[in-house]
């Protein structure tokens, strides 16, 4: 399981943005489990060199992850 707070988990369960891989595992959506774990932990970051040293792929984790999300969830009519 992702490090979480049963509040956050809640909070990304309503969003629909957790799933669980073909081993068990939880993560975000269209993330492997280390990509998630380091998603949430960039998240955290409040060094401001850390925040700038994985700024790149923290974005493309971000990108992949947002577009897993539109691709699984159902488009509700206006």
């Known amino acids: 399981m992702l490090n979480l707070s049963s509040r956050g988990r809640a909070f990304l369960v309503i969003v ?7 081993f068990g595992n939880e993560t975000l959506i269209g993330l492997t489990v280390l990509e998630s774990d380091y998603f949430l932990r960039h998240q955290e970051y409040t060094d401001q060199r850390l925040i700038h040293l994985g700024a790149a792929r923290f ?16 488009l509700k009519p206006p």
């Not at 629909?16 to 073909?22: C, F, N, T």
């Not at 990108?63 to 999300?69: T, V």
């Open 16 to 22: 629909g943005a957790l799933a669980v891989d073909e």
């Open 59 to 74: 974005q493309l984790l971000m990108n992949r992850h947002l577009l897993a999300r539109q691709l699984v969830l159902p």
